[in-house]
T-cell receptor, first 109, second 116 residues
Framework: GDSVTQMEGPVTLSEEAFLTINCTYT??????LFWYVQYPGEGLQLLLK?????DKGSNKGFEATYRKETTSFHLEKGSVQVSDSAVYFC????????FGKGITLSVRP | GAGVSQSPRYKVAKRGQDVALRCDPI?????LFWYQQALGQGPEFLTY????????KSGLPSDRFFAERPEGSVSTLKIQRTQQEDSAVYLC??????????????FGPGTRLTVL
């Protein structure tokens, strides 16, 4: 069945550092890929998405590229801020969403 | 309202009690999903509806779990004879349609269930 694997966390960075969060998936066909974010005390929010191979999703300075050949959708940001501290979930979608375990990012001032 | 709402936000139940969790989707959204999120884990699919039809309930962990959406709008997730392992956050999400994989699912704030 479908599955999503995220790198182990938590991750702690200093402000303005470069961020990479790895995500790989297992699925048949061509699912859509998503990154969701959960800020402290808030619900899940869509951060970005990509619907086909080589698509790049981007939002709020975050980017991720749908790599079919490596079945990956790694999340990157060039300069993180304290306000980026949250839990990040990678997910794939056909009808339902299949999520990874999530990773907690803490950004220090 | 503008978003998905869920009630109650927090529920404490004694083991063996029945609970009912409510979800109000975004107006006009055809599809409604329930997910279960255990502590420190990602959400896991429970069931989904297209209008009033329950099209997939493969994620329901046991026959103690039951979901309905009788008029194609509000949905209720019922858990009978709650067990400690049912403690989790229950998330509801809605979207315009199911079969379009690009459609975004909008999530509610969740109901945190604690079974003592």
């Amino acid at each position: 069945g479908d599955s999503v694997t995220q790198m182990e966390g938590p991750v702690t960075l200093s402000e303005e550092a470069f961020l990479t969060i790895n995500c790989t998936y297992t699925a048949t066909g061509y699912p859509s890929l998503f990154w969701y974010v959960q800020y402290p005390g808030e619900g899940l929010q869509l951060l970005l998405k990509a619907t086909k191979a080589d698509d790049k999703g981007s939002n709020k300075g975050f980017e991720a590229t749908y790599r079919k050949e490596t079945t990956s959708f790694h999340l990157e940001k060039g300069s993180v801020q304290v306000s980026d501290s949250a839990v990040y979930f990678c997910a794939l979608k056909r009808s339902k969403l299949t999520f990874g375990k999530g990773i907690t990012l803490s950004v220090r001032p | 309202g503008a978003g998905v709402s869920q009630s109650p936000r927090y529920k404490v139940a004694k083991r063996g009690q029945d609970v009912a969790l409510r979800c109000d989707p975004i107006s006009g959204h055809v599809s409604l999903f329930w997910y279960q999120q255990a502590l420190g884990q990602g959400p896991e699919f429970l069931t989904y509806f297209q209008n009033e039809a329950q099209l997939d309930k493969s994620g329901l962990p046991s026959d103690r779990f039951f979901a309905e959406r009788p008029e194609g709008s509000v949905s209720t997730l019922k858990i009978q004879r709650t067990q400690q392992e049912d403690s989790a956050v229950y998330l509801c999400a809605s979207s315009l349609a199911v079969w379009e994989p690009r459609n975004e699912q909008f999530f509610g704030p969740g109901t945190r269930l604690t079974v003592l």
